[in-house]
């Protein structure tokens, strides 16, 4: 017999946010863009206008991305519980390989941007406009993926077998509100004088604990989504 969590799953989601959040990835590349832009322009207004654009589309792309993944489950119903079992196998062996980042870090296989990309990325950050820091979102949302998609991936796996309804999708809303507020948070620091050298070199030194967190937070997932997935515990919103 299934055990019903009385926990809700709004604290599940919003920690698994939290975490989420503070990946190196996203917060490297807008730590770049932003250093960036003001060795090219000293315009910290086109910094900012330039850098929301760019959050707003990392945004709009995760949150068209999970949901969906929700509606493809749910219109193909019978794949949820091999897809849980599927996706809490792999988000283990990812919580693994960031463990392994934080005692041995870029040693072997590392959940990270694969340097061709970071080299696309670069490029376009050189030569940033309004309209190629849509791009930039996109393709960095994209591309990083292997960095940040472990907890949405099974956030949103998870979710998938509570239902499609609209408690679902603000969920995914906050959710990805929260994965970007760290960007907020620096964008404005920036803007309002905070060296981004500075900020690029604090999360330099906090990475492998990021990854850390990052990895224990997937590994526990993991174990969770094979829960659901078999049916020993349920969740309830």
Not at 45 to 58: D, E, N, R
Not at 182 to 211: C, E, H, Q, T
Request: proline letters at 3%; a positive charge.
């Amino acid at each position: 017999m299934a055990v019903e969590i009385i926990l809700p799953t709004w604290p599940v989601v919003l920690s698994t946010a939290l975490v989420d959040s503070i990946n190196p990835c996203a917060i490297g590349v807008l730590v770049i863009m932003i250093a960036t832009l003001l060795k090219l322009s000293n315009n910290r207004k086109k910094m900012l206008s330039i850098g929301i654009i760019y959050i707003t589309t990392v945004f709009l792309t995760y949150l068209a991305a999970g949901f969906g993944l929700l509606t493809f489950i749910q219109k193909f119903p019978g794949i949820s519980i091999y897809l849980g079992w599927i996706v809490g196998v792999i988000v283990i062996a990812m919580g693994f390989i960031e463990i392994k980042d934080f005692f041995w870090y870029g040693q072997g296989f590392s959940l990270q941007i694969p340097k061709k990309h970071a080299k696309t990325i670069m490029e376009k950050i050189n030569n940033l406009t309004a309209g190629g820091s849509i791009f930039l979102g996109i393709f960095v949302a994209a591309v990083e993926l292997p960095c940040t998609g472990g907890p949405y991936l099974a956030i949103t796996t998870a979710l998938a077998k509570i239902g499609l309804s609209w408690k679902v999708f603000w969920l995914l809303v906050i959710y990805n509100i929260i994965f970007v507020m760290p960007l907020i948070v620096i964008l404005l620091l920036v803007y309002f004088g905070v060296d981004a050298n500075k900020i690029r070199d604090w999360k330099d030194s906090k990475k492998k604990w990021m990854r850390l967190f990052a990895g224990l937070l997937l590994i526990g997932l993991g174990v969770l989504l094979i829960l659901f997935a078999n049916g020993t515990i349920t969740l309830t919103i």
